[in-house]
């Protein structure tokens, strides 16, 4: 992958209930808003059959002008059983989740985009700045 067209992200395990610190998830956030601006899309189960209930999700988590933002430009994804059914698979994406189905990784390996899964670890402290530091090398001009 050589550039990222759209970003999917997950909330839980990814920006709630994880031990990286809030601010460093925050800081992910608002890089992705400040460089990706309308290509971000919720890919979660607080955002599916197309009722989007992410915002809600992370009121209380994140600041509240944070997720005031994000509720205007994140994009609502529609999926039923597999959040691949939510993905643009003709786009250089990265996801970020904490977990993949192995059908969601049978899709994913059929379509030869794999790479654009990227799997958050909700227990290692350093991983919003590891997805911070992923997103930055694409942006090396």
């Known amino acids: 992958m050589q550039k990222v067209d759209k970003i999917y992200f997950d909330i839980d395990g990814v ?11 925050v800081a992910l956030l608002r890089y992705c808003l400040d460089n990706y601006g309308d290509s971000l899309y919720w890919l979660t189960t607080h955002c599916k ?18 997720v005031d933002e994000l509720k205007v430009r994140v994009h609502p994804t529609d999926w039923e ?13 990265v996801w970020f989740d904490d977990t993949m189905f192995e059908s969601e990784k049978q899709v994913l390996s059929a379509n030869y985009v794999l790479d654009g ?3 958050m670890n909700p227990r290692d402290p350093e991983m ?13 001009d």
């Not at 920006?15 to 460093?24: A, C, F, I, Q, V």
């Not at 809600?56 to 002008?65: M, Y």
């Not at 919003?128 to 090396?140: I, P, V």
């Open 117 to 119: 899964f990227f799997q």
């Open 81 to 93: 059983n597999l959040k691949t059914e939510g993905i643009d698979l003709d786009s250089d994406f």
């Open 15 to 25: 920006l709630r209930g994880t031990m990286s610190p809030k601010e460093d998830v």
């Open 128 to 140: 919003a700045k590891k997805a911070l530091l992923f997103l930055k090398q694409f942006n090396q």
């Open 49 to 66: 059959h197309g009722i989007n209930h992410a915002p809600e999700a992370l009121r209380g988590e994140l600041p509240d002008e944070l």
